[in-house]
């Protein structure tokens, strides 16, 4: 396959899991409308088995896949709102605002082309790179690995547990269990009260926030159109066309 024709697969695929996603969010908010608040989380459940058909249970963490970037890392630390800030201080280089969800199957293929390059610039002080974890692509396994997200960044792993987490990602329509989730973790060497911090869903409050607060970013930059995975370069959207191409997208921030 062509270069050409690989980078309009990658565009065809992401335009289609965008409407995809776009469909869910629709049918979440008019079945939340009309049932009203009470009744949330059996909108989220119909949602899931309706539409989805997910097997909740997640996955069984056996044979973890856990292949980290060999390369030097920027210094990570994690934000008052659980924004995940790689970079060195003092960058001049372009702010690459990244925005996931870690059941978003079109995420794992960005991470498997790109994920590296973005970790390579903001090693070498080009960049600095905010990744915002949203959580709907799978109404009870996205909130619930953004939360373990957000554990494994207090735990000093977040960039760890983000590899292992897209590397051993189940079917978007298999909820990731808290139980597969501390796997993840353990295999990413998060330590401490990681655990009980995913037992506990210590973030979620924060996490549906962050995911609310994202979307309408999203749909503000893209004209109503809220997808994952997204790219901002210094508040702009990323031409598509460079997101799944690592040397596009290494011309598209640094210029060479």
Known sequence: MSKAARERSARERLAEERRRQQARQKQV??????????????????????????DKSGGDGKNLSANFYKGATA?????ADGTVVMGKPGVKGPTVDLYEDFQCPICKEFEKASGDTVKQLAAEGKITVNYHILS?????GSPRAAVAGW????????????????????????????DTLKKFGAAA????????CVSDQKYASQVKK??????KTLEAKYGGKAGTPSVLVNGKPLDQNAMFDPNALQKALTGV
């Open 29 to 54: 908010r008019l079945l939340t409308a009309v049932l009203g608040a009470v009744v949330v989380v059996a909108v989220a459940v119909v949602v899931t088995v309706v539409a989805m058909n997910s």
């Open 75 to 79: 210094p990570v630390k994690v934000t």
């Open 136 to 140: 709907f692509v799978n109404p009870e």
């Open 151 to 178: 554990c494994a960044a207090d735990a000093g792993r977040f960039l760890q547990f983000h590899d292992v987490a897209y590397q051993n990602q189940p079917d978007e329509r298999k909820a990731l269990s808290v």
């Open 189 to 196: 060497g998060a330590t401490g009260d990681f655990a009980k």
């Open 210 to 215: 962050n995911n609310e607060d994202g979307l």
